[in-house]
């Protein structure tokens, strides 16, 4: 399904190499890592970091990432309520952040590919 919405790298990490999948679309290394589960999957997606990468997981994940020279690592709480949402809807907005469609999915990947916009581009899903 994520091929067919334009993702050029797909792994499924119960059966593929997480890390040599992520080496071979960022041979330097991705910048980040965004955890919903710990364990074995996990410290292998932080193993493709880039030094100076960061992680970010949320409380409660187990176990938790180990910490690693050079790679930053940041725990949080997922709070919802309308202060949250402001302050995050505020920071959107300073951000520059260009929304494609999902049907325009390919078109953002393409703006993607020319090098500035890299974690400034939103695909919305309806």
């Known amino acids: 399904m994520a091929k067919k919405l334009g993702a050029d790298a797909v792994v499924d990490a119960r059966s593929g190499n997480i890390t040599a999948a992520a080496h071979d679309f960022a041979p330097g290394g991705v910048d980040a890592v965004l955890a919903l589960v710990?364990?074995?999957?996990?410290?292998?997606?932080?193993a493709a970091?880039?030094?100076?990468?960061?992680?970010?997981?949320?409380?409660?994940?187990?176990?938790?990432?180990?910490?690693?020279?050079g790679i930053t690592i940041a725990?949080?709480?997922?709070?919802?309520?309308?202060?949250?949402?402001?302050h995050l809807n505020a920071a959107i907005a300073a951000s520059h952040l260009q929304v494609y469609p999902l049907a325009q999915a390919a078109q953002a990947q393409r703006r993607v590919e020319t090098g500035h916009v890299l974690g400034k581009v939103i695909l919305q899903i309806e």
């Open 38 to 46: 710990g364990g074995d999957a996990l410290e292998r997606c932080i």
């Open 75 to 86: 725990g949080y709480n997922a709070v919802a309520s309308p202060v949250e949402f402001s």
């Open 49 to 69: 970091l880039h030094p100076g990468g960061r992680v970010a997981f949320p409380h409660g994940v187990s176990p938790p990432p180990h910490s690693r020279s």
